[in-house]
C-alpha cells in the first residue's frame, strides 16, 4: 500500500507503484517471474536513480566506508545520475521499509551493502523492473543477485602471518554472527595458522552485531584476558585493533587500512575494493542489457586483497604469507582435504577439497575452533 | 596480568559509567525529583566529549564540555519539572528518546572513529603494586577513581554529614515541611537536579573517552536505565551505588569471559546478562523493603511540588 499511496517524486512513479500493486493483485497463483523480462532495458543517465542501503554509517572506517567509496567512484562516472544513499539500516523491518522507500523514489537499481535476506527480497519480488544486488546475499531471482569475495582465500593468508606473530599459538576472533561470512572467515584464517603452527587454536566471540564499538571492545578485552595473543575480526571499524594495542598484542582486520588505530599491532587487513564491480554494474543497468545472472565473487587481487603488512611483522613473515598469496593467486586451493570439524568428524576427505561454493556456505566449525555452534 | 586481576579490572572500567550515572540520579531522586532522562543525558554526554576531543585533543576538555552540556539540559529538564511542575516521568522519557536522537545526529560524523584523545590509566603510588587488586583497581583513569572514590566519599559527606545534607533529604521526604521552616524548595530542587543531570552527562564521557573509546549510536546500551535501577537497588546510598555498579560491571565482564573460555552458553544468552542482572536486584530489595525503612526510597519521590496545595 506504502508503494501507491506515497507521494512520488515523479507522477509516472506512482502510477508504476500502483500497476505494480494490481498486477500482483489480480495475478496471485502466476509465478513472478512471467511477469519480468530477463534482460533489463536501457535507463538514460540523467533519468537514472541508483539507490544504496549500508548496514553501518559511513563513517566508520571499515565495511561501510569501502562501499561508500563505490557510490563515490559511481557518481565520478556518472555524474547526471541520481544517487541515493541510507546509512545504519537495521536488519528488521525498518530494512523493508527503507528499500520500499527507495522504489518509491524512482529507484532503477538497488544495492544492498549488507545481507539483508528476505528483507530486501520480498521487496524485490514486488518491483520486478527494478535490479537488486545484496552483498553477501545468497539469494538470486529474475532481478535479484549477489556479489562478494573470495574472503577466505585472504583470511587464510592473514592466518599464515598470524601464526608467525602468535607466542602462544592461541588466536582469537571477534565476529558478529553465526552466518557463513563468520564461519568461512574464522575457519580458513584457523586452517592458514595451522598450516604452520599445527597445534593452534581459534577462540570465536559473537556480539550479535557488525556495528557495535562497545561490545567489540569488550569481547577483544575478554579474549585478551583468557590468554589469546592475536585477533582476527571481520567486524566493521577499528574498536578490536584499538584494544589489542593497548594490551599489546597483534591484531588483524577487515575492510580498510586501519593502521592508524593502532600501528603496533596493525599485522595486516583484509582490504575490500567494490568500485570496478559497483560501477560495472550501474553501466550495464544504464546502457541495457543487465540481467541478474548467478551471484558474483570477486576473486584475490581484484576486491579483495590482503593489506601491506604492519610495521611490526618480520620481513621473512611477510614473505611467507605472500608466497601463500602468489599460489592461490595461481589457483591453488588451500581447502584441500584431509579437513576435520570440531568435533573430529572427517567432512573434507583426502583427495577432495572445498570450491567457492562450499566456502561460501560453510556452518561447521573446524578442528581446533572453539565459541561458534557445530 | 592475571585473568582475575584484568576480569576485575574491567568490571571497575564497565561499572565506573554506571557508578557516576547512578550517583548523578541519586542527587536528583534525594530532592524527590525522578529524572527517567539518564540513558538521552549519557548520549548527550557521550557526543559531547567526542566531538569536543576531535577539536581539542584533550579528554578533560571533552569532560567538561559533556558535563556542560548535561547541566544545561539539566536546567531545561528542572525548568520542565520544578518550574512548570510537569510530569517527571513523561518528562524523562522525553528527555531520553530526544537525547538518544539528538545524540544520534550529532554523531554522524563520529560514528565508529576513534576517539581522539582518550583518558590514561594513572597509577596509584604503592597500592598499584599489590597482588591482583593492584593493576585492577589501582591502575585506572581519573573519571574511574572520581567515580568509585571521590564521588561516593563527598556525597556521603554532603547527604549524612552536613545541616546541607539533611535539608536536601528532608526535601525529599517532605518539601511542604521543609517550605514551612524557610527553605526554598524550588530552588534547591533546581540546583541539585541540574547538578545530578551534568553528572551523568559525565557519565556518557566516560563511556566514550575511556571505556569504549569511540561514540556510535546505541553505545549507550540502556546503561542510563540500569543506573536508575541501581539507585533504588542501593537503597539511595552512595556507597552501595558504587558497589551496584562494580557487581554490575562484572556481570558485564563475565559476559564475555564466558565467551572467551568458551562455557558453552550461547552469546545472545550472556548478552542479556546485565539486563537479567538488573531485575534481580530490583527484585532482591522489594524482597526486604519490609524488614528494612531505611532503604525506601524518598516520600516526595515524583511528587511535583504545589505550595498553594500544603
Known amino acids: 500500500m506504502l508503494v501507491a499511496q506515497g507521494p512520488g517524486d515523479r507522477e509516472d512513479m506512482v502510477s508504476l507503484g500502483r500497476r505494480t500493486l494490481l498486477a500482483a493483485a489480480a495475478l496471485p497463483v502466476l509465478p513472478r517471474r512471467v511477469l519480468a523480462a530477463a534482460a533489463f532495458p536501457a535507463v538514460a543517465e540523467r533519468d537514472a536513480v541508483i539507490a544504496f542501503g549500508h548496514i553501518g554509517p559511513i563513517s566508520d572506517g571499515g565495511w561501510t566506508a569501502t562501499h561508500h567509496a563505490a557510490v563515490l567512484a ?3 562516472a556518472f555524474p547526471a545520475a541520481k544517487f541515493l544513499e541510507v546509512e545504519s539500516i537495521p536488519v528488521s523491518a525498518d530494512a523493508t521499509r527503507t528499500f520500499r522507500q527507495f522504489i518509491e523514489n524512482g529507484a532503477n537499481m538497488v544495492f544492498a551493502t549488507s545481507e539483508y535476506g528476505d528483507l530486501l527480497s520480498g521487496v524485490a519480488d514486488d518491483a520486478p523492473e527494478v535490479a537488486f544486488l545484496e552483498c553477501n546475499g545468497h539469494r538470486t531471482a529474475d532481478n535479484e543477485s549477489w556479489y562478494y569475495v573470495q574472503h577466505w582465500m585472504v583470511s587464510y593468508v592473514l592466518g599464515v602471518a598470524s601464526a608467525r606473530m602468535s607466542r602462544s599459538g592461541r588466536l582469537g576472533f571477534v565476529g ?23 597445534a593452534a587454536t581459534c577462540q570465536v566471540i559473537l556480539i550479535n552485531s557488525w556495528f557495535d564499538p562497545q561490545a567489540a571492545s569488550q569481547a577483544a578485552s575478554a579474549l585478551i584476558q583468557n590468554g589469546v595473543d592475536m585477533i582476527y575480526t571481520n567486524l566493521d571499524d577499528a574498536s578490536v585493533l584499538q584494544v589489542a594495542e593497548r594490551a599489546g598484542i597483534k591484531c588483524a582486520t577487515w575492510s580498510t587500512d586501519m593502521r592508524r588505530s593502532g600501528s603496533n599491532a596493525y599485522v ?8 570496478p564491480f559497483v560501477v560495472g554494474q550501474v553501466s550495464r543497468r544504464l546502457a541495457g542489457g543487465w540481467s541478474a545472472g548467478p551471484g558474483t565473487l570477486l576473486p584475490v587481487g581484484h576486491g579483495v586483497d590482503r593489506d601491506r603488512w604492519g610495521r611490526t611483522v618480520p620481513p621473512d613473515v611477510g614473505a611467507m604469507a605472500d608466497a601463500v598469496r ?18 573430529g568428524r572427517i567432512r573434507v576427505a583426502r583427495g577432495q577439497s572445498m570450491d567457492d561454493a562450499a566456502c561460501d556456505a560453510w556452518s561447521w566449525p573446524v578442528a581446533g575452533l572453539t565459541g561458534l555452534p557445530a | 596480568m592475571s585473568m582475575l586481576s584484568s576480569l576485575l ?4 572500567l564497565s561499572g565506573a559509567v554506571l557508578a557516576l550515572a547512578g ?15 539518564v540513558e538521552g543525558l549519557l548520549a548527550l554526554g557521550g557526543v559531547t566529549a567526542i566531538a569536543t576531543v576531535a577539536a581539542g585533543h584533550d579528554p578533560l576538555l571533552g569532560l567538561l564540555a559533556a558535563v556542560g552540556v548535561g547541566a544545561a539540559v539539566g536546567c531545561l529538564f528542572a525548568a520542565a519539572t520544578v ?8 518528562c524523562g522519557i522525553a528527555l531520553t528518546t530526544g537525547g538518544l536522537g539528538l545524540a544520534a545526529t550529532l554523531g554522524r560524523p563520529y560514528a565508529g572513529q576513534p576517539a581522539a584523545a582518550t583518558f590514561q590509566p594513572i597509577d596509584i603510588p604503592l597500592l598499584d603494586r599489590l597482588p591482583v587488586l593492584g593493576p585492577a583497581l589501582f591502575h585506572q583513569s581519573a573519571p574511574v577513581y572520581v567515580a568509585f572514590l571521590v564521588l561516593p566519599l563527598a556525597l556521603q559527606l554532603l547527604l549524612f554529614h552536613t545541616r546541607h545534607g539533611l535539608v536536601l533529604r ?4 517532605n518539601p511542604a515541611a521543609c517550605d514551612a521552616a524557610g527553605i526554598p524548595v524550588v530552588a534547591l530542587r533546581f540546583a541539585y537536579v541540574a547538578l545530578g543531570a551534568a553528572i551523568a552527562a559525565a557519565a556518557g564521557a566516560d563511556l566514550t573517552l575511556a571505556f569504549v573509546p569511540s561514540w556510535s549510536d546505541g553505545v549507550t546500551a540502556g546503561r542510563g536505565w540500569i543506573a536508575v535501577a541501581l539507585v533504588i537497588f542501593a537503597g539511595y546510598r552512595p556507597w552501595r551505588i558504587a558497589v551496584g555498579a562494580f557487581l554490575f560491571g562484572l556481570v558485564n565482564a563475565l559476559g564475555y569471559l564466558a565467551q572467551a573460555r568458551d562455557w558453552g552458553v550461547a552469546p545472545a544468552f550472556l548478552s542479556m546478562l546485565p539486563y537479567l542482572a538488573t531485575i534481580l536486584f530490583m527484585v532482591l530489595p522489594a524482597l526486604s523493603a519490609r524488614s528494612r525503612p531505611a532503604t525506601t526510597a524518598p516520600a516526595a519521590l515524583g511528587l511535583p511540588y504545589y505550595r498553594d496545595q500544603r
Do not use: H
Not at chain 2, 550517583?23 to 532522562?37: D, H, P, S, Y
Open chain 2, 83 to 90: 518550574l512548570a511542575r510537569a510530569s517527571q516521568v513523561l
Open chain 1, 74 to 76: 559511481a557518481k565520478a
Open chain 2, 9 to 12: 579490572g574491567n568490571a571497575v
Open chain 2, 170 to 173: 528532608a526535601i525529599g521526604e
Open chain 1, 176 to 198: 558478529s554472527f553465526p552466518v557463513a561470512a563468520v564461519y568461512g572467515c574464522a575457519n580458513a584464517f584457523l586452517l592458514g595458522a595451522r598450516s604452520v603452527a599445527p
Open chain 1, 268 to 275: 595486516s587487513s583484509l582490504l575490500l575494493d567494490w568500485s
Open chain 2, 23 to 37: 550517583q548523578g540520579e541519586l542527587l536528583a531522586e534525594r530532592v524527590g525529583v525522578l529524572n527517567l532522562g
Open chain 1, 326 to 343: 602468489t599460489r592461490i593467486i595461481g589457483g591453488w586451493n588451500p581447502f584441500a582435504g584431509e579437513i576435520r570439524d570440531a568435533s
